[in-house]
């Protein structure tokens, strides 16, 4: 407690909450007509623009008239519909949900929140679709969708089939209806349900001004222990950072603030609560796999012998550790819905994805839920004899880089992945080839994938030693040379 009060707000940027504002009421919603969105916000995962450029209100009515159409055709009919804090979202989730109401569908509208209480909201009231209004880690200007049918997200080729149905106006046509259906208060009390501490903790939360300050303004009323709040109050604009905890630099203050104010945990969100950032005692930031490996030894305990699932960005000590604590390691290609795939498919009880992405397969619901992996892990820590710093520290050490982006042409891109491929395995190097190429050795890896957003290629070194991440370094760069790909940045990185 400090005084007297359960948590307290750091900086001008903290101060003051959100009034969550009612939608207006759809009882009665126009036809919607043929629209031809533009193709570069139809991406591989989700739909995703810049508001006023390349997405606007009327794709908002086609998209959700073309989705409704789609969930239709695959037998469904309830839908639930949650947005944000961006200043867009609210009249991008009105023209979605217009366009579903046209096409029949019974909408459930769950209000502002993160996407894990949009999913919390799917399984408790059995909606057969779920529809969340997001630019997730994205800048301001930008904002999208999220779109599941019967808790798996949809693929490219259904989200091109939107586009499709969009443009040809080809919609189902049925009497919808919308009605209100709030999650917050019953999703934080999923939270403090799943909290049980055996002492209490100092905890410093990044909202990052995103979806999730309405939340955590209520969870951590109920809390034991100390709690500092950051930038819990919703602003589309992010004033005080991008809502991305991938990036160090949005973990710049959170960091300061930890030390400062000698916190056990600090933990961060994007803007739509669904990727986790964390740093420990001393102002570190734990890799998302580093985090996984604490979450992982708990998991183990009381389920030995499960699946755990990191993606091909991983660390090999992850991959390594797992197996030696008694579980069955299990990588996959990167990206929530791969991951989302490969949890149902083996019934893996943990996933993670480089990016802050966590699932957890022993909750109500296999999605990948930031504010639920935050609980679980205060949960280890205050079951630990040591801090999180000292779980750090006794984690396997390795010397890595970053994710570096290499400029490659759309075109040439993924013919470099199968050059690099074909030389590899005709020398019979050791190298995994789901998500790219990821070569492997004694002292250490790389991996190098295709970008799915950008004219680049996407580069990862570890070593077990600083030398050992030298040799992995020069040996990738001289595979990017044998195909004509500038690799000049690799040797700009510090080992470190």
Request: with cysteine; proline share 4%.
């Amino acid at each position: 407690m400090t005084n007297g009060q359960p948590y307290r707000a750091v900086g001008a940027v903290a101060r003051g909450r959100v009034r969550p504002e009612r939608l207006p009421s759809l009882t009665s919603a126009p036809m919607i007509g043929a629209r031809a969105v533009n193709p570069a916000i139809l991406r591989d995962e989700d739909i995703r623009g810049i508001v006023g450029q390349t997405l606007d209100a009327t794709d908002a009515a086609a998209l959700g008239a073309a989705f409704g159409t789609l969930v239709a055709e695959r037998g469904g009919r309830t839908t639930v519909l949650g947005f944000d804090g961006r200043v867009t979202s609210r009249a991008l989730a009105v023209a979605f949900a217009r366009g579903m109401i046209t096409a029949g569908m019974q909408v459930a509208r769950v209000g502002l929140g993160p996407t894990p209480m949009l999913q919390f909201a799917r399984i408790r009231l059995r909606a057969d679709a779920a529809v969340m209004v997001t630019g997730s880690h994205d800048p301001a200007e930008y904002n999208g969708f999220k779109l599941s049918v019967r808790g798996r997200s949809l693929t490219q080729a259904d989200i091109r089939q939107l586009g499709d149905v969009a443009a040809r106006g080809a919609f189902a046509s049925d009497d919808g209806l919308m009605l209100n259906r709030p999650m917050l208060d019953a999703y934080v009390n999923r939270l403090s349900e799943a909290l049980k501490l055996e002492h209490p903790l100092a905890v410093a939360w990044d909202a990052s001004n995103g979806a999730v300050g309405a939340v955590l303004t209520k969870l951590c009323t109920r809390l034991p222990g100390r709690h500092v709040l950051l930038n819990e109050m919703v602003d589309g604009t992010f004033p005080d950072h991008r809502p991305d905890p991938a990036r160090p630099d949005a973990l710049e203050r959170l960091r300061k603030i930890v030390v400062a104010e000698e916190c056990d945990i600090g933990v961060a969100f994007d803007g739509d609560g669904d990727r986790l950032g964390v740093v420990d005692g001393e102002g570190r930031i734990l890799r998302i796999d580093q985090t996984l490996l604490l979450l992982a030894r708990d998991v183990l305990q009381t389920h030995p012998g499960a699946a755990i699932i990191g993606d091909v960005g991983a660390s090999q000590t992850f991959f390594d550790e797992i197996a030696r604590l008694g579980g069955v390691p299990v990588m996959t290609r990167a990206g929530r819905g791969a991951i989302e795939v490969k949890v149902a498919e083996t019934g893996a009880l943990l996933a993670g994805e480089a990016n802050g992405h966590v699932f957890f397969g022993d909750q109500d619901g296999q999605y990948d839920d930031a504010l639920y992996a935050a609980v679980r892990l205060m949960n280890v820590v205050s079951r630990a004899d040591c801090s999180l710093a000292a779980l750090r520290d006794g984690l396997p050490q390795t010397f890595d880089i970053p994710e570096l982006a290499l400029p490659c042409a759309n075109d040439r891109k993924n013919a470099v992945i199968d050059e690099i491929g074909a030389r590899l395995t005709a020398a019979g190097a050791e190298i995994t080839t789901i998500d790219g190429v990821r070569f492997k050795a004694d002292e250490g890896w790389w991996l190098l994938r295709a970008s799915r957003h950008r004219a680049a290629l996407l580069a990862r070194c570890e070593g077990t030693t600083e030398a050992g991440l030298v040799r992995m370094k020069q040996a990738l760069r001289q595979e990017l040379e044998r195909s004509r790909v500038a690799a000049g940045v690799l040797e700009d990185i510090s080992e470190s």
